[in-house]
């Protein structure tokens, strides 16, 4: 499959609905993309059925929404769905709820969490977790908390007693400014998840639940939210945003100001089809 060009009105005349990625789409990690702030006041002032579709589960709704508006975009909080905010469905539907655990990340993914579990654990405490959740790459010493997670999921798989594992925001790279990027806390997951196979095979409790780009369940909100499946995703990275648009039914749009780089139809041809846009989006306005 080769990837067509589109601009952002003829995506509009199409859809009823358009959801964009945020990092590398809308911001850059510190600052708003050329055009970015023009795009958000041209669909609020039209009632575009946009919404912000973004796995950062490292702030809370309030704080993503106050984020964009320091930022020269008014986007609401019913305008943005991020992988944090299903962690408290995950924990009703995976009877979860009550269950002590050790949240990796920042204040305000505890937020996510906090009226779901019993307690709220630290990498200190003296209590043993029964879920871990992965919702930020830092600050830790991954060296040391790679190890202690490895052997306290390792021995409770033994004793039978599994702690779940759970990884809101599956992102391995975002953008951390205009030409810098981070590892996420998906890179570090990914390494225990495997460190664990290679200690006690493959058992579907030994890995993490994804929520966010390109698992199922984010776009299952969006599409909710939106209220039509006839929507576009508009992101920069092809191993979620693209992938998951294309894995439930969506079509999807490329931009080059993030972590893909390909701008020509041509770099897609050895790409494979669940990895390739049907647009090459030429610029937001």
């Keep these: ?3 067509s060009y589109i601009d952002i009105e003829a995506i509009f005349d199409h859809y009823d609905a358009v959801f964009f990625d945020a990092y590398g789409v809308l911001v850059d990690g510190i600052d708003a993309l050329p055009n970015a702030e023009q795009l958000v006041n041209i669909m609020n002032a039209s009632a575009m059925n946009y919404f912000i579709v973004t796995n950062d589960a490292s ?3 309030e704080s993503l929404s106050n ?3 320091s930022q020269g975009m008014r986007i609401p909080v019913e ?3 991020n992988s944090g905010s299903l962690i408290s469905g995950y924990y009703r539907d995976e009877d979860l709820v009550g269950r002590p655990t050790l949240v990796l990340g920042t204040k305000d993914s505890r937020t996510y969490v906090s009226g779901s ?3 709220i654990l630290s990498l200190d405490s003296n209590s043993e977790p029964d879920v871990i959740l992965f919702t930020h790459s830092g600050p830790y010493d991954w060296e040391s908390t790679l190890k202690h997670l490895l052997n306290l999921v390792s021995k409770r798989f033994k004793q039978k007693t599994p702690v779940r594992m759970v990884l809101p925001n599956t992102d391995f790279i975002y953008q951390d400014g205009k030409a810098d990027f981070g590892m996420g806390a998906a890179a570090f997951v990914e390494t225990l998840e495997e460190a664990l196979m290679r200690l006690h095979g493959k058992h579907e409790v030994l890995r993490a639940a994804k929520l966010g780009k390109p698992h199922p369940p984010i776009f299952t909100e969006a599409i909710r939210r939106a209220g039509s499946n006839n929507a576009i995703m508009i992101g920069d990275q092809l191993e979620t945003d693209i992938l998951g648009a294309n894995n439930v039914g969506l079509d999807s ?3 080059t100001t993030g972590i893909n ?3 020509n139809p041509k770099e897609f041809k050895d790409m494979p089809d669940d990895l390739t846009p049907r647009y090459i989006l030429t610029s937001l306005v």
Excluded: E, H, L
């Design 59 to 61: 702030k809370s709704i």
């Design 79 to 81: 305008r943005i769905v």
């Design 117 to 119: 579990c019993a307690k």
């Design 1 to 3: 499959m080769i990837p």
């Design 67 to 69: 984020k964009f508006q």
């Design 253 to 255: 749009a490329v931009v």
């Design 261 to 263: 780089k390909r701008s």
